[in-house]
């Protein structure tokens, strides 16, 4: 294992205990923004600030509101001194075709995640927008 695959491991790990802390009860997902070997924004999915925790609605269907992992990540960034260009996304389940423009017109570079949603048009959108993207077997995180 290279020292690249040992980093993209460990921010895999900490994006894995990121998501622990949303409040969505049927997925959780984390990501983490890294850029010159620096984590520069975090997110979990959730509600917007100043919004109720729950993520769904009583028939248990996500409410339309909810921000992924990877928007917040990205949204944060517009708030600080850091921008994603060049950087890497680590997420823990793969994007979605909403969250993967957002991802391309960032500035990253590098998508790095685990678990590959059901719908794969993100995936293939951000191929096509020549980011990197590569998928870890959550088995040998």
């Known amino acids: 294992m290279d020292k690249q695959q040992k980093y993209d491991r460990a921010y895999l790990r900490m994006a894995l205990e990121w998501a622990k802390l949303s409040h969505c009860k049927r997925k959780k997902v984390g990501a983490l923004i890294v850029k010159n070997k620096m984590i520069i924004s975090d997110g979990y999915n959730g509600t917007p600030s100043k919004f109720e ?21 990205i949204l944060k960034t517009a708030s600080s001194t850091h921008n994603c260009n060049g950087g890497t996304l680590y997420l823990t389940m793969s994007p979605c075709k909403d969250c993967s423009k957002l991802i391309h017109q960032s500035g990253i570079k590098r998508l790095v995640f685990i678990n590959k949603y059901k719908d794969t048009t993100g995936i293939q959108f951000l191929l096509k927008a020549g980011v990197e993207v590569l998928e870890f077997d959550k088995e040998k995180i």
């Open 53 to 73: 925790n729950c993520c769904e609605d009583d028939s248990g269907a996500t409410k339309w509101y909810v921000l992924h992992a990877e928007a917040n990540a």
